[in-house]
């Protein structure tokens, strides 16, 4: 699996940025999709998640600070997964990770991207 994310850039507080992260080398849709973070000296933390489709429809997960702020959905026919921040705060300062896992797997995700940069100013 290759995963390519891309989208981060530099945004002042309140304003917008949308992720995206391609995937490569196996069935897109038969794939859990998240996106983590890790902002300067923390721990990597979970963003959100959206299960892969096979056997049912694909659902959506949010860490807390996240809800109603971010939206995570999935293109299958382009093998992409996105993540729409909204009001941006700059404690979401971080590198954004894209990951995946195989649907009938749980735990960790094996394959990650190389992450994209997100800095919020104040």
């Known amino acids: 699996v290759q995963l390519q994310a891309f989208g981060g850039g530099l945004v002042q507080a309140g304003g917008s940025l949308r992720l995206s992260c391609v995937m490569s080398?196996?069935?897109?849709?038969?794939?859990?999709m998240g996106w983590f973070r890790q902002a300067p000296g923390r721990e990597r933390e979970f963003v959100a998640a959206s299960t892969g489709s096979t056997w049912s429809a694909s659902s959506t997960y949010y860490a807390d600070s996240v809800k109603g702020r971010f939206t995570i959905s999935r293109d299958n026919a382009k093998n992409t997964v996105y993540l729409q921040m909204n009001n941006l705060k700059p404690e979401d300062t971080a590198v954004y990770y894209c990951a995946a896992r195989n649907e009938r797997s749980i735990g960790s995700y094996p394959d990650w991207g190389q992450g994209t940069q997100v800095t919020v100013s104040s």
């Open positions: 080398g196996r069935t897109f849709s038969s794939y859990d």
